[in-house]
Structure formats: C-alpha cells, structure tokens
C-alpha cells in the first residue's frame, strides 16, 4: 500500500487547515482512534467494488472475549458535514465525530473508542494540487451495554461508545466492521456502571 495520496497538496492543505485551527485536541483524538492514519488501508471512492451490504437486524453481538453486547442508542450524521467545497481531512472527522458523541452521549463517563475506518481516495490520476482522502460518508456513534461488567464485579453493567464510519445511512454494517465489533477489547475501553 502506498501512502502517497497523504503527500498530495490538497490533503496537506486540509491538514495544515485543521491543525491551525484553535480548537484542535490531537490527544483526544489520538486517545479515541488508537490507530496510524497513515496505515490504514485506502480504496477508491467511486471505482470499488462494494460487496452488498445488508442491513443488520441483529443488534447485539457475541464478542470474542466473551461479552454479549447489544446496541442501546445510535446516532448518524455526514462525516463532511459544514463542507460546503472539498473534502474533509480525516482527523478533522475524527475530531467532528468525537465532539458529537460527547454531545450526544454527555452522560456517558468513559472515552468514545474509534474503530479504523477503510479511508476512501481520489482516483489515481488526480494531479497532487486536487487529489483527496477522506473517511467514509456516514458516521455512526452507538452506545453498546453489556448486562456483564468489564472491570468491577459489584457493578451492574458495563458500556462503551464507539464509532465509525460507513457507506450509507441505517444499521447496515460491512463485514469490516463486524469484525472489528467483534474483536474490541472489551475489559479495556468499557467503562462500568452502577443503576
């Protein structure tokens, strides 16, 4: 995989654009989206392949450190919402998306978590003034609960904000993003509640 679409001058203009700004928490953002942007992996926006997605009746999962969890709440919104031309830089998502679930979900105590999105480019023949990068359209942020508690026995349940991002609106989750529910580390990003 090359990373040379984050040397292009409109996705280091962006980037310079969001670290201007005075609002900037790289910590917070880097604390919620435990990952390397530049690792992730990238597909074209408009020539990929896009398996079909179905939509997910199924609203809890079986996590592979034992946990059952269940969605309780979820909210939706466009990753370049405010972007009236251009595309958003991801961390200015990220950023966008950590404000809105601590909007959202004030009463939740813990750390949102950020499941590594499939980042979507330009198409390759984009001179480096317009070549772009960005997250998938559609963010989602859910409140998953699991009956179990993650760290404290005497607590009564235990929670964890997570968010993504995905191709279209609803419940529709890619396999990609299945997985990753799946595999979180619950003990480690839930945070335990008592009723």
Partial sequence: MTNSIFDAAYVQRQ????????????DAIHKAF????????????????????????????????GHAITVTEMVQFSSQDGVYE????????????IARAKAVFP?????????????????????????????????????????KPAKDESADMSCVLLIWFQDEFG???SERVKQQIQSIEWQAIATDRWL
């Fill in 107 to 147: 009463y939740f105590e813990g750390l949102p978590h950020g499941l590594p999105p499939l980042l979507h480019r330009s198409f390759d023949g984009l001179p480096g003034k317009d070549a772009w990068i960005a997250t998938p359209p559609i963010c989602t942020v859910a409140m998953f609960d699991s009956q």
């Fill in 171 to 173: 419940f529709s989750l």
């Fill in 86 to 97: 251009g595309m958003q830089h991801p961390l200015s998502s990220f950023a966008a998306a």
């Fill in 34 to 65: 435990n990952f390397v942007l530049e690792d992730l992996p990238q597909h074209q926006r408009y020539l990929a392949d896009y398996p079909p997605s179905e939509a997910s009746r199924r609203q809890s999962f079986q996590l592979d450190c």
């Fill in 15 to 26: 980037r310079e654009m969001f670290e201007s700004s005075e609002c900037v928490d790289l």
